[in-house]
Nanobody
Framework: QVQLVESGGGLVQAGGSLRLSCAAS????????MGWYRQAPGKERELVAG???????NYADSVKGRFTISRDNAKNSVYLQMNSLKPEDTAVYYC?????????????WGRGTQVTVSS
């Protein structure tokens, strides 16, 4: 049974930083590319960042240069370091395994972690 547990969100002022974590289980983590998504109120869920099994990364234009995705296969975890946060980064953040075209693999989504950036 796939489980994805996101944590690390919170309330931060614009310009601040947060580090999100995602603990995965129920699948072979090391062979799956992983992605971070976010969903703001009234908007569709969007891919923010992705990382392949080899460590190659992909970022949405809106977060390039500010966010960094990383993974630790020994801990079955993926992380998102978010710097220079902006109010428009406010959303619920989720993780999922992704395909080579950065689409989510699993229909199951965790509860996510809320990130709120105040101006």
């Amino acid at each position: 049974q796939v489980q994805l547990v996101e944590s690390g969100g919170g309330l931060v002022q614009a310009g601040g930083s947060l580090r999100l974590s995602c603990a995965a289980s129920g699948f072979i983590f090391s062979i799956r590319p992983m992605g971070w998504y976010r969903q703001a109120p009234g908007k569709e869920r969007e891919l923010v960042a992705g990382i392949t099994t080899g460590g190659s990364t992909n970022y949405a234009d809106s977060v390039k240069g500010r966010f960094t995705i990383s993974r630790d296969n020994a801990k079955n975890s993926v992380y998102l370091q978010m710097n220079s946060l902006k109010p428009e980064d406010t959303a619920v953040y989720y993780c999922n395994a992704v395909t080579t075209s950065w689409r989510p693999i699993y229909g199951y989504w965790g509860r996510g972690t809320q990130v709120t950036v105040s101006s």
